[in-house]
């Protein structure tokens, strides 16, 4: 029965993370969202809300203002596109992994750079 909830649970993060994905990009004229990427869902296991992983190049204080105000829009997006008996309340979460990324890169070019000079 676990498995089906989680093959479930699965099936419905890839479907909302899809849908916003859409709606994000074709029907926000919101510029501060441009260039938004949905990178994960992950909703509650009794669908009342979803955890929705983001990136995006902008500047993150105006793009969390422009998701909050967009919210409401994305939700009722949601809720005609998918036939579910409830549309999560989302919860958007900056997804801090690229920064990571890229401050190991910048870490290993020193630590590269570093070994060559000691040569």
Request: aromatic content about 6%; overall charge neutral.
């Amino acid at each position: 029965m676990e498995r089906l909830l989680s093959h479930r649970r699965s099936r419905v993060a890839a479907l909302l993370r899809e849908r916003l994905a859409d709606v994000i990009r074709e029907r926000v004229s919101d510029p501060r969202l441009e260039g938004l990427s949905v990178i994960e869902v992950k909703p509650a296991p009794d669908g009342s809300f979803a955890r929705v992983f983001y990136r995006s190049r902008r500047d993150r204080a105006e793009v969390e203002a422009a998701l909050a105000s967009a919210k409401p829009f994305l939700r009722r997006c949601l809720s005609e596109g998918l036939e579910m008996r409830r549309v999560p309340e989302l919860d958007f979460r900056y997804d801090p992994a690229e920064d990571s990324g890229a401050r190991m890169d910048e870490i290993l070019d020193d630590l590269s750079k570093a070994g060559e000079n000691e040569s």
